[in-house]
């Protein structure tokens, strides 16, 4: 078996492996620990080409087997017509092989290393923000009532004094998430607003009083039902939850949230 010929079942396998990882992401929704949902049909396409990709360098492969027969593909196949196909030992070998390995690095990792959305550990490294990101467009949206942290953000934004929004009633899900300057009986309820991938998420979270907060592990999701009221955080004005319930909960299948 040639060095040439292991070269190209090399790209078949690597290319095939790249677009059914893509589709296996995408299929069981991990992908979007990664990407933005509104890419996911980019995701679709890149999954077919690595595929199409893999059958061209393969039918091309039968083909030529088939009209030169094995010969050819020897590393000293003297096919004038092949050469450029053959890729002698040295230099152009390794810079095919690297690019190869780097090719199939994305797969091998995917393989290995479970997928994981943000989490609270990854607010330590990005910290957390209490106001809205910019909405795609430059359009702000309103819903008639806010349905998550990003719609309270905005809510508190538009409204601009926190005492106006005195006694509303809340029911938002996010992952717990404490840092010195929490209290005792106070977390974050937090949440990663995705624009286009992880590269540019901002964690966003609402702060939670009840007694409850130090049972409540960091990073765990909770659903929090209760009543905003006005309150100071770190020398700020904020519209804090004061909680009635808060339950624990599963991971949402799609745990971030796009603006």
């Not at 290319?15 to 990407?35: H, P, R, V």
């Not at 717990?176 to 005792?184: A, F, G, H, L």
Request: charged share 20%.
């Amino acid at each position: 078996m040639s060095y040439s010929f292991l070269l190209r079942a090399a790209r078949v396998i690597v290319l095939a492996g790249s677009g059914l990882m893509f589709y296996a992401k995408l299929s069981d929704g991990t992908l979007f620990f990664y990407i933005n949902q509104r890419f996911a049909w980019l995701s679709l396409v890149a999954a077919i080409l690595y595929v199409a990709l893999a059958l061209t360098v393969l039918y091309g492969e039968l083909r030529a087997r088939h009209t030169t027969g094995p010969a050819a593909f020897d590393d000293d196949a003297e096919v004038i017509w092949l050469k450029p196909h053959t890729m002698p030992r040295g230099s152009s070998g390794r810079t095919s092989w690297s690019a190869i390995g780097l090719l199939a690095l994305p797969v091998v990792l995917s393989l290995l290393v479970p997928a994981q959305p943000l989490g609270a550990s990854a607010i330590n490294n990005r910290g957390i923000s209490v106001t809205a990101p910019e909405q795609s467009g430059g359009v702000r949206r309103m819903s008639a009532a806010p349905q998550n942290i990003l719609d309270w953000l905005r809510e508190f934004s538009h409204v601009g004094d926190p005492r106006a929004l005195d006694g509303r009633e809340v029911d938002v899900t996010g992952f717990v998430y404490k840092d010195s300057r929490t209290k005792p009986d106070q977390f974050w309820v937090s949440r990663f607003v995705v624009s286009c991938c992880v590269a540019d998420a901002a964690a966003v979270g609402m702060l939670v009083q009840t007694p409850d907060a130090e049972r409540l592990a960091a990073g765990s999701w909770v659903r929090v039902i209760g009543k905003l009221k006005a309150g100071e955080f770190a020398g700020e004005l904020l519209p804090i939850i004061i909680a009635e319930r808060t339950e624990p909960i599963q991971q949402p299948a799609h745990p971030y949230l796009y603006p």
